[in-house]
T-cell receptor, first 113, second 117 residues
């Protein structure tokens, strides 16, 4: 089992719809969870991080964490064509100060005008 | 805030030459910097973790003698690809973790695209 798994997509949604991106992880001891957005040919940029079970909202983005199910998701409301990118889920499997992130392969999102 | 720069952004070199890539945190001090490599349509793969003033920790399968890392200050880490070969062609990205702030948050540089002919 891969450490961090994401559906590679592409996930296609119409403009204005909600895009739902999912991620599962294998290490039950993981403590920190991150969503990055990566445009083609560019480096990742941090969208959100979440540490506690439940929902965390920031503008049009909501991260959801369920540690019992080892599942983290990202919802994008009112999707825009500019949201079209690859979304990377990252997990700190060790916690503490080391800070090493394990990345999933990413889900490619396409928002159609 | 939390800006990380990389230089150069793109480099083309001949096989057998060495290439140095710089990673700088511009507005914060970074206790730890990370070097990643990303091949086309693949995810980020951590190559090594660099701590200021100490030796880098390399991930399994990464040759430390080929990928030399120096973290001389809290704002600068360098990656030198020695005797580069075409299979080393990739997108190299660094990230930095601030001295203060979120314990695990990392900020990425814009990346360096290396092409070895």
């Amino acid at each position: 089992q891969k450490e961090v798994e994401q559906n590679s997509g592409p996930l296609s949604v119409p403009e204005g719809a909600i895009a739902s991106l999912n991620c599962t992880y294998s290490d039950r001891g993981s403590q920190s969870f991150f969503w990055y957005r990566q445009y083609s040919g560019k480096s990742p940029e941090l969208i959100m991080f979440i540490y506690s079970n439940g929902d965390k909202e920031d503008g049009r983005f909501t991260a959801q964490l369920n540690k019992a199910s080892q599942y983290v998701s990202l919802l994008i409301r009112d999707s825009q064509p500019s949201d079209s990118a690859t979304y990377l889920c990252a997990v700190n499997k060790g916690g503490g100060s080391q800070g090493n992130l394990i990345f999933g392969k990413g889900t490619k999102l396409s928002v159609k005008p | 805030g939390a800006v990380v720069s990389q230089h150069p952004s793109r480099v083309i070199c001949k096989s057998g030459t060495s290439v140095k890539i710089e990673c700088r945190s511009l507005d914060f001090q970074a206790t730890t910097m990370f070097w990643y490599r990303q091949f086309p349509k693949q995810s980020l793969m951590l190559m090594a973790t660099s701590n200021e003033g100490s030796k880098a920790t390399y991930e399994q399968g990464v040759e430390k003698d080929k990928f030399l890392i120096n973290h001389a200050s809290l704002t600068l880490s360098t990656l030198t690809v020695t005797s580069a070969h075409p299979e080393d062609s990739s997108f190299y990205i660094c990230s930095a973790r601030p001295w203060t702030g979120s314990r695990d948050e990392q900020f990425f540089g814009p990346g360096t695209r290396l092409t070895v002919l």
